[in-house]
């Protein structure tokens, strides 16, 4: 990346870091729809490095609130969403190579997709779900996580409509998104898909990303929740249509 990049990237990474922090969502789906439109970086180097930081953004997070995660729950995403994160990564690395069309349109229609979902506030339920809902939404979560390191929507759907203290769902959440980061590096490193060395410059994000999820915590927005979901839901659903539109007219175009 030149020097203007860099610091478009940095800038990306921090805002996506802030709003991670205020929402508990979002972090992925921002740093990679604006990867996706600003053509910073590949989409497979994007969402490893988005991965690295995701991490940094958890372990920032979780040094105070390990202790409220709902372990059970926890588990049971955990057991559907990593077999699924290997297949999701394969998916990647198939599309990546001739069809980098249909992979900037799968990637759009999910932001759309998770915006729309994440702008309603799921209604509560009564009482809590069953085991069998958690492995289901574990295992989208897992393969959105493996393609594009965004297992975000899925779970805070699923999540926010349980009778759970809002901590608990919140930090639940992070150590969900900080394990499923740690299988998808470790599954880059060993298959060798590294980003080049120039790419890696993206990790210089970590100062940025450490930087704006203090100032989150620290000095939070005299804007109400409600509102900070609506931003964040009008940016993605923009950045997912201008990403999925281009990618449907030029397969239109080369179709026979």
Do not use: C
């Amino acid at each position: 990346m030149s020097v203007a990049e860099l610091i478009g990237f940095l800038l990306l990474a921090g805002a996506a870091a802030y709003a991670q922090t205020l929402t508990g969502f979002a972090f992925g789906l921002i740093t990679m729809g604006g990867v996706g439109l600003t053509g910073l970086l590949s989409l497979p180097d994007a969402a490893m490095i988005v991965s690295v930081l995701t991490l940094v953004n958890a372990t920032q997070m979780l040094l105070k609130g390990w202790r409220d995660v709902a372990w059970r729950e926890f588990g049971f995403v955990m057991a559907a969403s990593i077999p699924m994160l290997f297949g999701g990564y394969w998916l990647l690395e198939w599309l990546a190579g001739t069809r980098a069309d249909i992979l900037r349109l799968i990637l759009g229609i999910v932001i759309i997709i998770s915006s729309v979902q994440l702008a309603r506030k799921p209604e509560p339920l009564a009482k809590q779900s069953g085991e069998g809902s958690f492995l289901f939404f574990g295992s989208i979560a897992g393969l959105m996580g493996g393609m594009f390191s965004t297992a975000g929507p899925p779970l805070v759907y699923h999540f926010y409509r349980q009778p759970m203290p809002l901590v608990k769902i919140r930090e639940t959440l992070v150590t969900v998104f900080a394990l499923n980061a740690v299988f998808r590096i470790g599954l880059v490193v060993l298959s060798g898909d590294l980003p080049s060395s120039s790419n890696l410059t993206g990790l210089l994000a970590i100062p940025a990303v450490m930087g704006a999820t203090y100032t989150a915590r620290r000095w939070p927005p005299p804007v109400p929740a409600a509102a900070m979901r609506r931003i964040v839901f009008i940016l993605l659903f923009l950045s997912g249509v201008s990403l999925s539109a281009p990618a449907v007219v030029h397969l239109l175009r080369t179709l026979p």
